[in-house]
């Protein structure tokens, strides 16, 4: 089966670059923003060599595994772009509801993961680039189909384990519609009050105790929201509303863990 675009996606003019093995689908996008490629174009592999992820995390995909990014360029700031991982964690939901896993628990973990049954299934990346006066987004999407790493801080799952019988090509197709449908409404962030909305209905963890590390500094407290801008709200032991900008989540009896 060889990867092809959904029929939104095709008829709103996105395109789609696939590739039999690549090192990493956000380096080949953010090369092509550099040489002038304007998008929306998707970048898609069958297997992904030197993938990378958050907090310069590898994130190697085995051929069946889906590795794919969106380049977007646009007129936006770079804190402005940052919430379009949002609108990519309702996509990859959405998608994979479309296709037929509508019985697995999915939610949206802060900031950019998405967990099926309690386990990370996916993961996003988003990176930006000055190209002129313009931005160039890139928001690549990683979902475990056929196999999980092991052995990760959280624990991690895949379709396969999961027994949803779905396969990278169709996802991505259901992906690529998805996608075109919630960034018209992210709508250059204008949009983001819906997306924010949308998102907290799926939000993992959402009220319950949760830990924070970044950078050697820990933040506990409870999960209370998003921001609009898209900080997580941690609501501290002593009554403050902190707002988090980035770092790694623990929830629940992992909240002590991860803070320890
Ligand atoms: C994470 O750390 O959770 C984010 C992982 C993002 C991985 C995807 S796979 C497609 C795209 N290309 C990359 O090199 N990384 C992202």
């Given at each position: 089966m060889s990867f092809s675009l959904g029929p939104r996606a095709a008829s709103a003019g996105y395109r789609l670059e696939a590739f039999e093995r690549i090192g990493s689908t956000n380096a080949e996008a953010l090369v092509r923003a550099r040489s002038g490629e304007a998008g929306p174009l998707w970048f898609v592999t069958s297997e992904q060599a030197a993938g990378r992820g958050r907090r310069n995390r590898p994130w190697i995909a085995?051929?069946?595994?889906?590795?794919?990014?969106?380049?977007?360029?646009?007129?936006v700031p770079p804190a402005v772009a940052a919430t379009l991982g949002f609108a990519a964690g309702l996509a990859l939901v959405a998608a994979l509801r479309s296709a037929g896993?509508?019985?697995t628990a999915f939610a949206l973990k802060w900031p950019n993961d998405v967990m099926a049954n309690g386990e990370k299934l996916a993961g996003i990346l988003l990176e930006a680039e000055a190209v002129g006066d313009r931005l160039a987004v890139v928001v690549g999407i990683g979902t475990n189909v056929v196999a999980a790493p092991e052995g990760t801080p959280v624990p991690a799952t895949s379709l396969n384990a999961l027994r949803i019988h779905l396969s990278?090509?169709?996802?991505?197709?259901?992906?690529?519609?998805?996608?075109?449908?919630?960034?018209r409404i992210w709508d250059d962030g204008c949009g983001f009050a819906e997306i924010r909305r949308s998102w907290l209905e799926l939000a993992a963890g959402l009220?319950?105790?949760?830990?924070?590390?970044?950078?050697?500094?820990?933040?506990?407290?409870?999960?209370?929201?998003?921001?609009?801008?898209?900080?997580?709200?941690?609501?501290?032991?002593?009554?403050?509303?902190?707002?988090?900008?980035?770092?790694?989540?623990?929830?629940?009896?992992?909240?002590?863990a991860g803070a320890a």
């Open positions: 085995p051929r069946g595994n889906l590795a794919a990014s969106i380049l977007e360029v646009m007129q896993s509508d019985e990278a090509e169709p996802l991505f197709a259901a992906l690529s519609d998805a996608w075109a449908g919630y960034r009220g319950g105790p949760v830990s924070i590390v970044s950078g050697g500094s820990t933040v506990t407290g409870s999960f209370d929201t998003i921001d609009e801008i898209g900080c997580m709200i941690v609501r501290t032991s002593d009554g403050r509303r902190v707002p988090i900008s980035a770092g790694d989540v623990y929830f629940g009896a992992a909240a002590s």
